[in-house]
């Protein structure tokens, strides 16, 4: 053998000993050999992400694993059961990233409250819908109706562009939950079955429909109480439209490397196959 050829020889043996030495300190630390072959870990900090509980802490487990068996990140689940905290909770510095709400939502939240967080990575849309266990169908509804709608801003536009949509009222012009025109019950120009609007905060909404006609209740919270828009909605949004949810940071972490490794993982055939197994048209997958 040339000296040339020893040489190279040598080189390959570092090398193969270094990748050894890699995949057994990875075994050490609990992760598996594969994840040498993956993208080396943006951070090694534990990363905390809120989620409300229901579809998105659900998905989001499954999530968790590919992240940290493909990217070696190291990632707890913090739970939350309404809307009002998991941003507070983010741009304090309490979480890394959270996990819950559509883009006008955001812009709602970061335009009233001036929090410091952008969105990234589409993941699911839950359609809103109306339900009811008085009638089987919005038209049945009667003249003068109560309907219980979500009391944020961005929720409860929503719901008054569905009902615009479906005909039911006429919203004044302007209205774009995108740049924070959000429509309230005082924007409704045109309302001829003389519907009734009850504002109440989001969690609650589904206890309200004993005591109302219908109420709109978003869909991991419908989910919570065995409600599925396909199956008991008498009115549905459909897909179109900007209500997908998004992984949400810190504007300082937005350009860290285990933010796009997050929404990497996340948006996986792995993942989108949990979602449509398990929610059965409740959430759709939006990437």
Known sequence: MTISNLARSASVSRRRMLQIGSAGALAAAGLPLHAALKEQPGTTKLLKVGVTTGPHEQTFEVAKRVAERDYGLKIQIVPFTDYSRPNAALDAGDLDANSFQHRPFLAAQVRSRGYKVVGFGRTWIGPIAIYS???KSFKD???GASIAIPN???NESRVLLLLQKAGAIKLKSGIDPIAGVNATPRDIIENPRKFRFVEIE?????RTLDDTDASAVNADYANKAGLNPVRDGILVEDK?????????????DKDQPWVQQLVKAYQTEEVRDFIVKTFAGGVVPAF
Request: hydrophobic fraction near 35%; glycine fraction near 4%; include cysteine.
């Open 152 to 154: 944020d801003p961005s």
């Open 202 to 206: 989001a969690a609650q909404l589904p």
């Open 133 to 135: 266990r008085k009638y």
């Open 240 to 252: 179109d439209g900007p209500y997908a949810c998004l992984i949400a940071v810190r504007e300082q």
């Open 141 to 143: 509804l009667p003249e």
